[in-house]
């Protein structure tokens, strides 16, 4: 569970519009600066000694920059935890991360380094807030999931989608609903397409006319052909989209033949 501090926080979080747009449409964010190199320049002959130096700048000097680029460093599967530390520190230091490209990276790795107990990771990360999520930092939503997709984790990908709704509230990230669907269609994730549509959040889903052909997409794949018959006739508002009355048309001929076939 989120921490009191923590919980209140994002109770706040999801109360203001200001920032629940900067969630709902973080990749829309133009970069000011050039992609930072990933690690600190330095003569360094360890991690260890790295992260000591990081150590340092984070309580001694809150140096914002350099301890993010040493973050950005340790950003990797084999030290996601060292920089989890130096995260934490910043937050108990009230240091934000200073760019969004550490942001960006150690959100990715994280999530990827814990797929399988997304819930605890959704509320470690949202209760270091103030190191994640600064006034200049955002949650990079599209791009953690399109990540973990790409990667070979659609279920993982799935359940933070559905942690940020619950967080949002009345909010809907549609644009990052838009970026899981077409990547979970593009590497042929039916199957967590169709248990997105048997989910609490269906109806909040059914609102997103493209989840709504992806949904008939994946009936058809499957050769789901009475199913995708039955799920258009569920429908309130059919998608004015040529490749949903495309799909449509297909599945019902091929339950027609199938259906003749049989007798």
């Known amino acids: 569970m989120l921490s009191r501090t923590g919980g209140q926080w994002l109770g706040r979080v999801i109360s203001?519009?200001?920032?629940?747009?900067?969630?709902?449409?973080?990749?829309?964010?133009?970069?000011?600066?050039?992609?930072?190199?990933?690690c600190i320049s330095g003569s360094f002959t360890s991690d260890d000694e790295k992260f000591d130096y990081a150590q340092q700048?984070?309580?001694?000097?809150?140096?914002?920059?350099?301890?993010s680029q040493i973050i950005k460093c340790f950003a990797t599967p084999p030290t996601i935890q060292r920089a989890m530390a130096l995260v934490a520190l910043m937050h108990e230091n009230d240091i934000p991360l200073s760019n969004t490209s550490t942001t960006s990276k150690f959100t990715k790795v994280?999530?990827?380094?814990?797929?399988?107990?997304i819930p605890s990771a959704f509320t470690w990360y949202f209760n270091h807030?103030?190191?994640?999520?600064?006034?200049?930092?955002?949650?990079?939503l599209e791009n953690t999931l399109i990540h973990l997709v790409t990667q070979g984790f659609p279920n993982a990908a799935v359940q933070i989608l559905f942690?940020?709704?619950?967080?949002?509230?009345?909010?809907v990230p549609t644009q990052?609903?838009?970026?899981?669907?077409?990547?979970?269609?593009?590497?042929?994730?039916?199957?967590?397409?169709l248990s997105m549509h048997t989910s609490k959040h269906k109806q909040v889903l059914l609102e997103n006319e493209y989840f709504v052909v992806a949904v008939m997409e994946s009936f058809v794949q499957l050769s789901k052909?009475?199913?995708a018959i039955a799920f258009h006739?569920?429908?309130?508002?059919?998608?004015?989209?040529?490749?949903?009355?495309?799909?449509?048309?297909l599945a019902t001929k091929k339950y027609q033949k199938r259906t003749l076939g049989k007798q």
């Open 163 to 171: 942690l940020s709704i619950d967080s949002l509230g009345s909010q």
């Open 129 to 140: 807030h103030q190191a994640l999520l600064s006034s200049s930092q955002v949650f990079p």
């Open 225 to 227: 052909y009475q199913e």
């Open 16 to 38: 203001s519009h200001r920032l629940c747009n900067r969630l709902l449409h973080s990749t829309q964010l133009v970069l000011s600066v050039q992609e930072e190199s990933s």
């Open 176 to 193: 990052a609903i838009d970026a899981l669907v077409r990547e979970l269609i593009r590497f042929e994730q039916f199957n967590s397409i």
């Open 110 to 117: 994280y999530f990827r380094a814990h797929v399988h107990d």
């Open 233 to 249: 006739h569920t429908l309130e508002k059919i998608p004015s989209r040529k490749r949903y009355n495309d799909l449509y048309v």
């Open 57 to 67: 700048l984070i309580a001694t000097h809150h140096d914002a920059h350099q301890a």
